[in-house]
Structure formats: structure tokens, C-alpha cells
């Protein structure tokens, strides 16, 4: 029997309260009494204690986080790393702290909704064919823009990108290795750019990434089921 390789988590939390028009940073922000990272890293030690958690953040908001984990009593074991300038190079100061071989995870910070399942299901592509990326098929319907106005797609074709994305290590770290691009929308993306094929885990709709006060209140309905 193949020796289960080690998984990691990196939480990638390095969001401002802009659009959701607050005064405190997103990620910060308390959803059924407690901040909504809290909820996201749970949901990973939920999956599996052992799973060595990376929580990424700005560096000016780490001594907030720090007060806020005294404040609530959370408990949950967690290494911090201080981010980057952009996603890109907070996702490669988290990959800086993984050692070795194994599974890492690159989860935003902001999606304190996803579910068991759908980790275990992004863990276990990973370890069969390298990747498993968490996504959805749309709802609505799909327009591409072009110089003449617009015109329809099928919506079938598509599918709308969420996380845990979930790599070997040695894919992840060498997709990092190269220099950032304007094309690098999510992991998979980076990784895409080095040849890599991209496996697709089905996702949740209730998996929603918390940015606008809109999807706060989804936030709380999803809290109470």
C-alpha cells in the first residue's frame, strides 16, 4: 500500500474591506459570531486534523489576527506567513514554509463554506492525477464580448473557477518558480502555464468567496443550516 503522502493548506486571506464597504478587513469580518478566516481554517482541520495549516496575511494585519485568536480562544494550530505584493506572491510565501513532498491546498480565506466533501474529493485527484481543482457550471447564461458587440456561448462549455485547488507539491512549487503573468487568474492558471494538465473536482454553490455586503448575508443564512 502507497504511503499516504502529507497534505497541506494554504489560506490565502489578504483582503481589505473596500467593496464589502468596511472598515475592517473581509477576511476579519464576524459571520455567526466569530471571523470568517476562523471559519474557513476549521473546515480544514474538520477535513483532517493533521493537515498542516499556511495562513497567509498581509503583514500589517498579523498582530490583529493574533489578538483576534486570543479574543475568540482559537485554538486550531496554524503556521502565519506574511504575504505578498499580489496573490501570486503570497501563494509563493506560503509555499516557502512547505518542506518536502506532499498535497498542498490553496484555499482563499474568504470561502468559509466548503465542504468536507468537496476537499476530500480536490485531495484525492490531486494524488491521482496531480490536480484537482474545485469548480461549478453557471447558471446563467454566458455572453463573450467581442469588437462587433457581444454574442451568446454555450454555457455548457464553461465552468466557474473556485477553490481548494489542490496540487503535488512539486507541480506547485515549480509553477511558482517562473515570473508572474497578467494571465494568472487562480492556481491553475500558474500551473496550466507550465504544461500541467488541470483535473476538475465538482464543486458547491454554497461555496461562495465572501467580497460584496451582499454575500454577507448569504453568509449568515449559510451559518444557520
Known sequence: MAQQLPEYAIIVAGGSGSRMQHDVPKQFIPVAGKPILMHTIERFYNYNPTIRLIVVLP?????????????????????????????????????????????????????????????????????????????????????????????????????????????????????????EQDYFTDDASVVESIGETITLVEGSYRNIKITTPEDLILAEAFAKV
Not at 503583514?59 to 504575504?83: A, D, S
Not at 506560503?94 to 466533501?117: K, Q
Request: hydrophobic share 40%; aromatic share 10%; charged share 25%.
Open 59 to 179: 503583514k500589517e494585519q498579523l498582530t490583529t489576527w493574533r489578538e483576534l485568536c486570543k479574543e475568540y480562544n482559537f485554538t486550531v494550530f496554524h503556521m502565519m506567513v506574511p504575504g505578498g505584493a499580489t496573490r501570486f506572491g503570497s501563494v509563493k510565501n506560503g509555499l516557502d514554509a512547505v518542506m518536502g513532498d506532499g498535497l498542498i491546498a490553496v484555499h482563499d480565506g474568504v470561502r468559509p463554506f466548503v465542504e468536507t466533501e468537496t476537499i476530500e474529493a480536490a485531495f484525492e485527484a490531486a494524488a491521482n492525477f496531480g490536480s484537482g481543482v474545485v469548480a461549478v457550471s453557471p447558471k446563467d447564461s454566458i455572453r463573450e464580448m467581442t469588437p462587433e458587440g457581444s454574442k451568446a456561448v454555450p454555457r455548457a462549455n464553461y465552468k466557474l473557477m473556485q477553490t481548494p485547488q489542490v496540487f503535488k507539491a512539486g507541480i506547485l512549487k515549480k509553477a511558482y518558480e517562473q515570473s
